[in-house]
């Protein structure tokens, strides 16, 4: 049972352009959701978290939504550029002694110059 | 600046075989975890120690056992390799403070089980 869920596999986007991925959850306790970026043959990296407290976070380029009544969250891209080209994955974590952090499946972002 | 160190980066088993994925941070951080990482699945966390001298399952705990052996090192253990564990595997840690902070990950290990 996935409790954290990315429903599209891929996405592709002219440069330029805004990005839109999407997350939906199931579990409501948790407590910070968080977006990585991952490139071929290389470990995940951190892109941009939001608390469970919060509806919007941004950083530079990159902006996550909450909507904690519809447990969906969305990171926009704006404006896209080639090197964007990657699989992002949307994570929630819970803090039960430690932070549990679980991901969703990813979405293959390409960017089109 | 090392980060997150895997060990080894690549791996083939034959069915029943045992092994030990290594994995060392030189970050000082508290928590570590693994993953593994599947096509159309993403990342499933499968143990995480919170600190020091504890462990933790996370989502698919079972055929895998670990050993949090200091504050720097953490191993993943296959008992009895099955084609169904080939993956790649990805070891995490993260500085455990008010907030969850970002796992930072090694580069991966890629295990085939034949």
């Known amino acids: 049972d996935q409790q954290v869920k990315q429903n599209s596999p891929s996405l592709s986007v002219q440069e330029g352009r805004i990005s839109i991925l999407n997350c939906d959850y199931t579990?409501?306790?948790?407590?910070?959701f968080l977006w990585y970026k991952k490139y071929p043959a290389e470990g995940p990296t951190f892109l941009i978290s939001?608390?469970?407290?919060?509806d919007k976070n941004e950083d530079g380029r990159f902006t996550v939504f909450l909507n904690k009544s519809a447990k969906h969250l969305s990171l926009h891209i704006v404006p896209s550029q080639p090197g964007d080209s990657a699989v992002y994955f949307c994570?929630?974590?819970?803090?039960?002694?430690?932070?549990?952090?679980?991901f969703g499946a990813g979405t293959r972002l390409f960017v089109k110059a | 600046n090392a980060g997150v160190t895997q060990t080894p980066k690549f791996q083939v088993l034959k069915t029943g075989q045992s092994m030990t994925l290594q994995c060392a941070q030189d970050m000082n951080h508290n928590s570590m975890y693994w993953y593994r990482q599947d096509p159309g699945m993403g990342l499933r966390l499968i143990y995480y120690s919170a600190s020091e001298g504890t462990t933790d399952k996370g989502e698919v705990p079972n055929g895998y056992n670990v050993s949090r052996l200091n504050k720097r090192e953490f191993s993943l253990r296959l008992e009895s390799a099955a084609p169904s564990q080939t993956s790649v595997y990805f070891c995490?840690?993260?500085?455990?403070?008010?907030?969850?902070?970002?796992?930072?990950f090694g580069e991966g290990s890629r295990l085939t089980v034949l």
């Open positions: 995490a840690s993260r500085q455990t403070s008010g907030s969850p902070g970002e796992l930072f």
């Open positions: 994570a929630a974590s819970k803090y039960t002694g430690g932070f549990k952090t679980i």
């Open positions: 939001i608390s469970s407290i919060k």
């Open positions: 579990n409501s306790m948790f407590d910070y």
